[in-house]
């Protein structure tokens, strides 16, 4: 293994620790969220309004910046795992990790901005700097598009991939069977959930320059094109945090490996199967 700079004894522990504590508190963090904002309402719904009216209240505040704040390091040491996968040399590994951690505290900061100094009366009023610069608006529309057009090429090149291994007379397995799908399949979901979630710090934050701006940028969730990602991304969060609970009966468990194949059939029957009234409802109100 290349170095990475500093090595502090016992991080390692403490990160995997952290990966399920914080994966813990998600499961009634991001599920609360994902409930109100894909079952209750659709996002295209969340407008200045509905975001003003919960934020009048301090512990909706707190929710959301707990939820902020445990997703986004949650998320960030998640990508950790993937740097060191991946970037092989020392110097472009201690370039990743510094990039991941500018990240987390960049966007720690703009969070928690966004939460703690949100002023509804001021923001209605559309009158403070940049409240006009609706170009914010489009270049966050722009990123949606972005990151949905990944998604499905990312989708058409996994499918294509798939068929043509058929088509060889080959089964694409990998040689650890199940257990490996399902966790390139959780690797997969926990990336593409921070990615959404960087964005979607981003497109929050504009509440706080106006009324007008935020609401530009929400309008984006209501495009037809968006809708099926939006609708992969509730499956991605749905199928992420019954696999993490699958992976902590692994790892907590004497029963969970023995039924570890079982385990990942109910995983993805259950994902699919409570990602549908999210879909219904999106596709209901945005066609
Ligand atoms: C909602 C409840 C969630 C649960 C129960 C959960 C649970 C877990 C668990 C148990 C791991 C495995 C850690 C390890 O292998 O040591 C993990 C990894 C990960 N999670 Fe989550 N997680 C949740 C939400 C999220 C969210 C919201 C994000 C994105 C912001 C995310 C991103 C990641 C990433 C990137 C990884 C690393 C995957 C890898 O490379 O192996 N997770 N999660």
Redesign the pocket.
Known sequence: MGGTGIAVPGAERLI?YF??IS??L??VL??GHLFVTHYLNVPSETTFSFVAARWANPYWRTFDWLLLMV??W??VL??R??IQDYLRSPAARAFGLGLMWALGIVFLALGTVTVFAFDAAAADANSGPLSDAMWIAEAIGLSLYVFAVVTYVSIVLLAVWVIRSLLRGQIPVYSGGPGQYA?AL??AT??G??FF?LVHIVDISLIGLGREIYDASVAYYARPVLVPMEILLVGA?VY??LN??R??TIDFTGWGHRAEKISFAVVMVLSILLTLPSAWLIIRAEF
Request: charge should be positive.
């Open positions: 995997w990966m399920r994966g813990t998600l499961i991001a599920g997703a986004l949650h998320g998640g990508l795992y993937s966790w959780h690797r926990g990336i959930i921070l979630l969060v992420h945090t993490g609970i992976v902590m």
